[in-house]
């Protein structure tokens, strides 16, 4: 078989079981965010916490449920990894060190799985289930929640302009969505030969004749949750290049099927709430705007997974030439086919996890990679995060769409009036405003430049890519995405602080300034469209939304782009 029929049958397959479960999957996560009924083990959980799952909250009691249940979280977690030592399942690993623990729990807490360790040797076995695993889960249902919170914004019309109840929305996503699918997602794993184990290892004897250690840990169930609910975080150090992890080119297509399946299917979700199920013109209407959203997302997708492939499948250098591809740091059981999809899938949202080493990616499909993140990862995003991230998106576009018809731009039936769009900005800067801040200090300190694995004189290729490394980490904290460039060696005190504060700013000034605008939208009235408004689904508006994501992501970092992957490419 061919490697372009490999990767095209990958792509088919994958896009195929994505299209089946489209409609289902989208279609049953709106009516569990809709349903006005509590299950049993719902109920007892509101009781225990004392919550009353009939009050609904303004966005700024929403937005202060978040950030408080996230600092308990990052504290919880904080110190869980510094008593590790003493509680059982320890297998003789001490507490984790402050700075480590630090940064893991922001990492964790906020969706991002940044890895600054090597969890065989530094997490315990019980810190994994019931401190991370846990955090896996409900840091995802968080960003489902926002997600939500901002459709209800378009849909409802209320005078306080309520848009929910975050412990409502946190549990029901956790619960009824997260937990079911990752349990079939891990059996599915653990038929492929994915590892389920509390042992702490066990001993062999290598190739060579030396005994090695090799760990084990409760990896399925872990696994499951990472992809779907796109975290990133392996429960051993190689992460989905790890045969423990990923085993073979089926349990590979599953993870990225469990990563894209939940971004994919909020748009249907999204399209199901804005529809009026009584009204089928206004249903229709809903979906459309859903599937406008999703064609934007497959264009972005499409198109640098044919970039990553070409620039893999190419043969630069003698071992490229000898080996057919690029195949340095890629499993052989996977091809360029699998690592390219996996790849594209994980950096398109904000998956983070990797089944090769993105350091040893071309120029050009490392740039691809890299640029995928620099888009605001919507394409498809993260478990919510990419549906509010492309629809803040959408309202810029709305706005210049607007300005050409000469009409106040509205969308799905809400002005777009100044605060709105103060909002939409402002959550849309965030991000680069991290990045770009974030490398260009990192780089012009004298003491970081001997963590790069790459470094050498200005100007050199070695300088070039480890500027790209440093460029890679702080896009990758800043998006809450969570892969790296391994080159770069980010356990000194700077790294661990600065890509902590990026993760925590990355993930909650964008979410504050959804659930603001999501409130604001709420408290208006709805108005009939009129014969000049910008109609927002369809052709035309696919392409103003694709264009307007590519403007935006290249006016901010061509220039930084140039100075890395493209002038890399260019040697």
């Known amino acids: ?79 869980l990894q510094r008593i590790q030592g003493v509680l059982p399942l320890s297998g003789d690993l001490s ?58 914004g378009f849909v409802r019309v209320s005078r306080g302009g309520e848009i929910g109840n975050f412990w409502v929305d946190l549990t029901r996503g956790s619960l009824r969505i997260l937990l079911p699918f990752s349990f079939v997602i891990a ?74 399946l939940i971004p994919v299917s909020l748009t249907r979700t999204f399209g199901t709430m804005v529809g009026d199920p009584h009204d089928r013109a206004s249903e229709v209407s809903g979906h459309r705007q859903g599937l406008t959203l999703l064609a934007v997302m497959g264009i972005l997708w499409g198109s ?37 999809l996996f790849a594209v899938s994980t950096t398109g949202t904000s998956t983070g996890a990797v089944n090769s080493a993105h350091d040893s990616l071309s120029p050009l499909g490392g740039g691809a990679v890299l640029l995928n993140m620099l888009l605001g990862e919507i394409a498809p995003g993260g478990v919510g995060t990419g549906l509010y991230g492309i629809l803040v998106l959408a309202l810029i576009a709305v706005f210049v769409g607007g300005l050409l018809v000469g009409r106040t731009p509205e969308y799905l039936g809400k002005k777009l009036r100044q605060r709105e769009i103060t909002l939409a900005a402002l959550s849309v800067l965030v991000m680069p405003a991290l990045v770009l ?34 460029l890679y980490a702080f896009a990758s904290a800043s998006n809450n995405n969570g892969s790296a460039f391994g080159g770069l060696t980010v356990t000194s005190d700077w790294f661990q602080t600065a890509l902590g504060l990026c993760m925590l700013l990355g993930r909650f000034l964008p979410i504050i300034f959804v659930l603001a605008l999501a409130g604001s939208l709420a408290s208006q009235k709805k108005t009939a469209a009129g014969a000049g408004t910008l109609p927002t689904a369809g052709p035309m508006f696919t392409g103003l939304l694709t264009g307007t994501v590519v403007l935006v992501a290249a006016l901010t970092f061509f220039p930084a782009l140039a100075l890395g992957p493209i002038a890399e490419a260019l040697q």
């Open 304 to 340: 640098l997974l044919a970039v990553t492939l070409a620039a893999e499948s190419g043969r630069r250098g003698v071992a490229a030439t000898a080996a057919g591809a690029m195949m340095e740091g890629k499993e052989v059981r996977f091809g360029v086919p699998g690592t390219a």
């Open 437 to 470: 801040i974030g490398t260009g200090i990192t780089v012009i300190l004298s003491s970081t430049t001997g963590y790069q694995g790459n470094s050498g004189d200005p100007g050199s290729p070695g300088s070039i890519h480890g500027f790209s490394e440093v």
């Open 187 to 260: 059996l599915i794993l653990l038929s492929q030969g994915v590892i389920q184990s509390f042992h702490p290892g066990f001993a062999s004897t290598g190739l060579d004749g030396n005994s090695v250690t090799n760990a084990l840990a409760p990896v399925a169930s872990q696994e499951a949750i990472k992809e779907l609910g796109t975290n990133g975080g392996g429960i051993l150090a190689a992460n989905s290049a790890h045969p423990f992890e990923n085993p073979t080119p089926i349990s590979n297509i599953v993870e990225i099927l469990a990563i894209l």
């Open 1 to 79: 078989m061919t490697p372009a029929l490999a990767a095209g049958l990958q792509v088919a397959f994958v896009l195929a079981v994505l299209a089946v479960a489209y409609v289902p999957v989208g279609d049953y996560m709106a009516r569990v965010y809709e349903s006005r009924r509590h299950l049993r083990v719902e109920s007892v959980l509101y009781r225990l916490c004392r919550i009353n799952p009939h009050t609904e909250q303004t966005w700024y009691g929403y937005a202060g449920s978040v950030l408080g249940f996230s600092a308990a979280s990052v504290l919880f977690l904080y110190a």
């Open 95 to 152: 507490g984790v060190s402050p700075a480590v623990a630090f940064n893991t729990a922001v990492s964790f807490v906020t969706n991002t799985n940044w890895q600054s360790y090597a969890p065989e040797t530094t997490m315990s076995n019980l810190t994994q289930p019931v401190g991370l695993a846990v955090q896996n889960f409900v840091s995802a249902a968080v960003g489902m929640a926002v997600a939500v919170a901002l459709i209800r």
